[in-house]
T-cell receptor
Framework: DSGVTQTPKHLITATGQRVTLRCSPR?????VYWYQQSLDQGLQFLIQ???????AKGNILERFSAQQFPDLHSELNLSSLELGDSALYFC??????????FGSGTRLTVV | DQQVKQNSPSLSVQEGRISILNCDYT??????FLWYKKYPAEGPTFLIS?????DKNEDGRFTVFLNKSAKHLSLHIVPSQPGDSAVYFC???????????FGTGTSLTVIP
C-alpha cells in the first residue's frame, strides 16, 4: 500500500457519460497530480493541485476537470466520454520538491 | 512535445547480466531526475533519484548515471533478476516547478 488511494479501481461506462475518479493523497502530502496512461503511451500529465489550488496544467481536455478539497482529497471529472478516453488514470501525491507516490490507478473503459 | 524520451520501448536481458536503460531529455532546466518501476495493474513505484549536482547515485543493485552535457541519464541494474521485469519510466523536473515530465517507458524482461 503506497498510501495514495484511488477509487474505483475499474470503471466501465458508455460514450457520452460522465464519471468521477477519486484520489486520497498520502498523509502530509499537499500536492496531488493526475496522469493518464493510454495503451502504449507514457504517463501524460493532466493537472496538479497544491493545497486546494490549481498549480499546473498539462494536456487536459476541456471535457475534463479536477479539484482538490479542503481535506486534500482530489477528484477528476471526465465528461462527454469518448472511446479514446479509455485509459489508466493515475493519481500521485508528493511533499514539496519530493518524489511522487502513485496510487494503483483507475482503469476506465468507455464502450 | 516530449521533453523526456526513452527511445527503447523494450529490452531483454539474461538473469545475472547488466540491464542498462536509457533516457534523454531536451530541457536544460531539468535538475532532478527519477526512475520509476511499474508492474502490470499497479501504479509506478519510486526506484531511485539523482540531482543535477551529482553524476552518479547508487542504491544496491541500482545505479543511475547523469550526463548533463549530453542531457542523458541511464539506469544500470546489476545483476538483473527475473523480478526486475517491469516497465521503467524516467522522469525529470525543474526543482522550482515540482512537476515531473515522464518518458514513455521501457519494458524490461529478465530471462531466467
Amino acid at each position: 500500500d503506497s498510501g495514495v488511494t484511488q477509487t474505483p479501481k475499474h470503471l466501465i461506462t458508455a460514450t457520452g457519460q460522465r464519471v468521477t475518479l477519486r484520489c486520497s493523497p498520502r498523509s502530509g502530502d499537499l500536492s496531488v497530480y493526475w496522469y493518464q496512461q493510454s495503451l502504449d503511451q507514457g504517463l501524460q500529465f493532466l493537472i496538479q493541485y497544491y493545497n486546494g489550488e490549481e498549480r499546473a496544467k498539462g494536456n487536459i481536455l476541456e471535457r475534463f476537470s479536477a479539484q482538490q478539497f479542503p481535506d486534500l482529497h482530489s477528484e477528476l471529472n471526465l465528461s462527454s466520454l469518448e472511446l479514446g478516453d479509455s485509459a489508466l488514470y493515475f493519481c500521485a501525491s508528493s511533499p514539496i520538491g519530493g518524489a511522487y507516490t502513485f496510487g494503483s490507478g483507475t482503469r476506465l473503459t468507455v464502450v | 512535445d516530449q521533453q523526456v524520451k526513452q527511445n527503447s520501448p523494450s529490452l531483454s536481458v539474461q538473469e545475472g547480466r547488466i540491464s542498462i536503460l536509457n533516457c534523454d531529455y531536451t530541457n536544460s532546466m531539468f535538475d532532478y531526475f527519477l526512475w520509476y518501476k511499474k508492474y502490470p495493474a499497479e501504479g509506478p513505484t519510486f526506484l531511485i533519484s539523482i540531482s543535477s549536482i551529482k553524476d552518479k547515485n547508487e542504491d544496491g543493485r541500482f545505479t543511475v548515471f547523469l550526463n548533463k552535457s549530453a542531457k542523458h541519464l541511464s539506469l544500470h541494474i546489476v545483476p538483473s533478476q527475473p523480478g526486475d521485469s517491469a516497465v521503467y519510466f524516467c522522469a525529470a523536473s525543474m526543482n522550482t516547478g515540482n512537476q515531473f515530465y515522464f518518458g514513455t517507458g521501457t519494458s524490461l524482461t529478465v530471462i531466467p
